[in-house]
T-cell receptor
Framework: ETGVTQTPRHLVMGMTNKKSLKCEQHLGHNAMYWYKQSAKKPLELMFV???????ENNSVPSRFSPECPNSSHLFLHLHTLQPEDSALYLC????????????FGPGTRLTVL | GENVEQHPSTLSVQEGDSAVIKCTYSDSASNYFPWYKQELGKRPQLIIDIRSNVGEKKDQRIAVTLNKTAKHFSLHITETQPEDSAVYFCAASLSSGSARQLTFGSGTQLTVLP
């Protein structure tokens, strides 16, 4: 599969569950991002990874924990979430020092009960 | 940090008419301004971008203008078609190290009426 892929596409979890979102990019990019998209709100940048190192976390609550094992894979580990965390979580990648366009994945629609 | 305001939040136009969406930004050091289109249930996709060393850029029916002094930029779509109906997001960024942080506007729901 080409581009940026995300799994699962839909996730329903209870407040006490632990789950992980996965993102994979097949574009040879060196930067990856997690965004949160809630209804009627701007896309919010959560985490930035460049060359596998986290460069920004934008004050995201610790119940969200990112992991970037290599430049092609990005995870978002979730635990003890709140209902207000329900949103579309989008992954993106880009090749920095180049065109800078960020390519988005299809997103994971998360519902926290 | 950067703050991006986008207007209007909704816009309806007749097919064939033009549509204009406007954004303002707060950080005068921002130097990259992309526009993304997000169709219902799909991922955001870049449609055009502009850098701070350019005042205007055009790609077929789409154009973007940038006024650095006033810190605002606009998206212009001419001869609109029903397939232009989508949510459009503007963004502004400053390269931070070697990765860009995009700050997005709140989006404009564009509806093109046939």
């Amino acid at each position: 599969e080409t581009g940026v892929t995300q799994t699962p596409r839909h996730l329903v979890m209870g407040m006490t569950n632990k789950k992980s979102l996965k993102c994979e990019q097949h574009l040879g990019h060196n930067a990856m991002y997690w965004y949160k998209q809630s209804a009627k709100k701007p896309l919010e940048l959560m985490f930035v990874y460049n060359f596998k190192e986290q460069t920004e976390n934008n004050s995201v609550p610790s119940r969200f924990s990112p992991e970037c094992p290599n430049s092609s894979h990005l995870f978002l580990h979730l635990h003890t979430l709140q209902p207000e965390d329900s949103a579309l979580y989008l992954c993106a990648s880009s090749q920095e020092d180049s065109a800078n366009e960020q390519f988005f994945g299809p997103g994971t629609r998360l519902t926290v009960l | 940090g950067e703050n991006v305001e986008q207007h209007p939040s909704t816009l309806s136009v007749q097919e064939g008419d033009s549509a204009v969406i406007k954004c303002t930004y707060s950080d005068s050091a921002s130097n990259y301004f992309p526009w993304y289109k997000q169709e219902l249930g799909k991922r955001p996709q870049l449609i055009i971008d502009i850098r701070s060393n350019v005042g205007e850029k055009k790609d077929q029916r789409i154009a973007v203008t940038l006024n650095k002094t006033a810190k605002h930029f606009s998206l212009h779509i001419t001869e609109t078609q029903p397939e232009d109906s989508a949510v459009y997001f503007c963004a502004a960024s400053l390269s931070s190290g070697s990765a860009r942080q995009l700050t997005f506007g709140s989006g404009t729901q564009l509806t093109v009426l046939p």
